[in-house]
Nanobody, 121 residues
Framework: QVQLVVTGGGLVQAGGSLRLSCAAS????????MSWYRQAPGRERDLVAA???????NYADSVKGRFTISRDNAEKTMYLQMNSLEPEDTAVYYC???????????????WGQGTQVTVSS
């Protein structure tokens, strides 16, 4: 099994910054794409940003230029630097990864616990 632990989040004023971290643990797996999702009250869980194992990234249009996703493969950790935060960014943020068990075929999705990000106006 792969466990994902999310740290960071909290309350910040509009225009402020926060950094989220997602640490993966578990042996015998190769972690491929890692992603951040968010879910606001009454809304679906949406992709915020994703990063492949080789560092290719993609972002939701709403966060482009403000959020930066990164990862440290050696430490099995992913980060989300969030700058110029807006009240619309308020949501529970989730970490996701696609991992393949070494010696097996096919990947599986793993989710971390959510962390609340609240941006006050």
């Amino acid at each position: 099994q792969v466990q994902l632990v999310v740290t960071g989040g909290g309350l910040v004023q509009a225009g402020g910054s926060l950094r989220l971290s997602c640490a993966a643990s578990g042996s015998g797996f190769k972690i491929n794409t890692m992603s951040w999702y968010r879910q606001a009250p009454g809304r679906e869980r949406d992709l915020v940003a994703a990063i492949t194992r080789d560092g290719s990234t993609n972002y939701a249009d709403s966060v482009k230029g403000r959020f930066t996703i990164s990862r440290d493969n050696a430490e099995k950790t992913m980060y989300l630097q969030m700058n110029s935060l807006e009240p619309e960014d308020t949501a529970v943020y989730y970490c996701n990864c696609k991992a393949v068990r070494i010696g097996f075929i096919g990947s599986r999705d793993y989710w971390g616990q959510g962390t609340q990000v609240t941006v006050s106006s």
